[in-house]
């Protein structure tokens, strides 16, 4: 059995400007998603976890130290004295790390539905070490990845806006994901989530600048413009053409 992958990297050369991903055919007919290195390539399920693996007989092991929290509550009336240790942050880390790294090679692919999904995996992950975890480092560490998760789930909900030409309700998603973005990160000391609000807000103005704009908006837009130079003269034009389009001005 040839297990030497030489000519793989011949035909598809690593590019350190983008992300080289791509979907290929298993040989068992399963869809399987690759990412080019610059050492290698890195293959992995598109279904599941990444790796594939079923920890403890469970999906993931997300699902795994759910179905634990769900057994204590039963034992013990409440989730009071349920914990997440160590160890468990660091099986939830390692699995956050592994849809981190899909759900960045589906964006480049524009899988939209896909990325949802790891990132609300990785979000529900999250929230569990936020609300359980023993060691209040452990809970800083993980919010720290938070805004980004939250951008990236924030710009797919977008795309998707996108692409059946809703760019009004594209730019709500981004108001709504920025709205969420500052709520949830307040309350941790040091949490600084601007570089993903700047980011947001920079996307928001490229959507402001390529949406079809109507007569009316054009017009509502000038007459602002003109009040704003003092052009009264001009704002009355635009006032009255406002008017006669049965679009009440101010």
């Not at 390539?41 to 699902?63: K, N, T, Y």
């Not at 809703?166 to 307040?186: F, H, N, P």
């Not at 009316?216 to 052009?231: D, H, S, T």
Request: aromatic share 8%; net charge negative.
């Amino acid at each position: 059995m040839k297990k030497d992958i030489s000519k793989i990297f011949r035909d598809w050369a690593f590019d350190p400007a983008d992300i080289s991903a791509r979907k290929i055919m298993g040989l068992d007919g399963q869809e399987r998603l690759q990412v080019r290195l610059d050492l290698g390539i890195l293959q992995m399920e598109m279904v599941g976890r990444p790796d594939g693996e079923q920890p403890h007989g469970q999906a993931s092991m997300l699902a795994h130290y759910l179905d634990a929290l769900d057994a204590h509550r039963e034992k013990e009336g409440s989730d009071e004295t349920f914990y997440l240790d160590a160890d468990a942050c660091a099986d939830l880390g390692q699995e956050g790390l592994q849809f981190y790294y899909r759900f960045v090679a589906l964006l480049r692919l524009d899988d939209y539905e896909a990325v949802l999904q790891d990132t609300r995996h990785c979000l529900a992950l999250i929230d569990l070490i936020r609300s359980y975890a023993e060691d209040e480092e452990d809970r800083i560490y993980f919010e720290h990845y938070r805004p980004y998760v939250m951008m990236v789930h924030t710009r797919t909900k977008g795309e998707r806006r996108l692409l059946k030409g809703d760019y009004e309700g594209a730019l709500r998603e981004v108001e709504k994901g920025i709205d969420k973005i500052r709520s949830v990160t307040e309350d941790f000391e040091g949490m600084e989530p601007e570089g993903e609000i700047q980011a947001l807000e920079a996307w928001a103005e490229e959507i402001k600048e390529q949406r079809p704009v109507g007569l009316k908006q054009r017009l509502r837009e000038q007459l602002q413009e003109a009040i704003a130079l003092e052009q009264y003269e001009r704002a009355a034009r635009l006032r009255d053409r406002l008017n006669a389009l049965g679009s009440p001005s101010f």
